[in-house]
């Protein structure tokens, strides 16, 4: 279990129904020598989701220019600059 890093802003990279779907896109980044990190949400109508972040940034503008370089390089399919909550 890792804990969420400093900074403003984090890169969602999934969000899923089950903890063994979020696991396998944990591994996977993982595999790329990346470090997500995994956090449940608690979802009124749709009940626990577990979402899977990586990386704390100073602000938004550069969490957004990460995940365009690691879309570019192939390392994930798709994201969303967060909010990071700590």
Known sequence: KRTAPEGMFTLQIGSFPSLEEANELVQTLESHGLLPFLR????????????????????????QQAGQRLVAERKIQSFMAAKLEH
Do not use: E, H, P
């Open 40 to 63: 449940a949400a608690d979802l009124k109508r749709k009940g626990r989701w577990y979402r899977v972040f990586m990386g704390g940034y100073d602000n938004k503008d550069i969490a």
